[in-house]
T-cell receptor, first 112, second 114 residues
């Protein structure tokens, strides 16, 4: 069965600095990978996905993610963090069985 | 604008009571899902429905029931058999089951025990 891990419960960065939120996965076959963001008392909002093709995926709000097959990773990145980026971020993976698995989430705090 | 509407936003359950959480979508999506979110555990799948009049158990279906009588609606009942119902419940939909398109989420219902 597929699984996804977000090794950091919490990531703190200063505004204007680059940010990285880590995600590693385990699947049979080729993965479909997703990043979502959740603000307090709201549902998840889709940021970006990797299906196939370029390893660097660009998404909403200036976020991007790098797919690394050899390291089975799909880290979320942004060159310059904003205070408004503070939220809970979820990585998710789907494989050929069509089950979607979510990571436990990483809380990002961007300090002014 | 199309989207998913969950109601109520907050719900309180008494001992021995069944409660029903509403989920309606106007995205014309075939597949719908219910997730439970607990702090530090991510999202866990309760039930999903690939199409009208069909639904399947997810990872944590015990103590829950669903119906899918209309394409737009996928209500979740939390029964008295669910001994630890306090959580944030999220409904989602996708154009069809197994798509590589993302799921769309409602804004959740927070359920607490009185």
């Amino acid at each position: 069965a597929q699984s996804v891990a977000q090794p950091e419960d919490q990531v703190n960065v200063a505004e204007g600095n680059p940010l990285t939120v880590k995600c590693t996965y385990s699947v049979s076959g080729n993965p479909y990978l997703f990043w979502y963001v959740q603000y307090p008392n709201r549902g998840l909002q889709f940021l970006l996905k990797y299906i196939t093709g370029d390893n660097l995926v660009k998404g909403s709000y200036g976020f991007e993610a790098e797919f690394n097959k050899s390291q089975t990773s799909f880290h979320l990145k942004k060159p310059s963090a904003l205070v408004s980026d503070s939220a809970l971020y979820f990585c998710a993976v789907r494989d050929i069985t069509n089950d979607m698995r979510f990571g436990a989430g990483t809380r990002l705090t961007v300090k002014p | 604008d199309g989207g998913i509407t969950q109601s109520p936003k907050y719900l309180f359950r008494k001992e021995g009571q069944n409660v029903t959480l509403s989920c309606e979508q106007n995205l014309n999506h075939d597949a719908m899902y219910w997730y439970r979110q607990d702090p530090g555990q991510g999202l866990r799948l309760i039930y999903y429905s690939q199409i009208v009049n069909d639904f399947q158990k997810g990872d944590i279906a015990e103590g829950y029931s669903v119906s899918r009588e209309k394409k737009e609606s996928f209500p979740l009942t939390v029964t008295s058999a669910q001994k630890n119902p306090t959580a944030f419940y999220l409904c989602a939909s996708s154009i069809f089951f197994g798509t590589n398109q993302p799921q769309h989420f409602g804004d959740g219902t927070r359920l607490s025990i009185l």
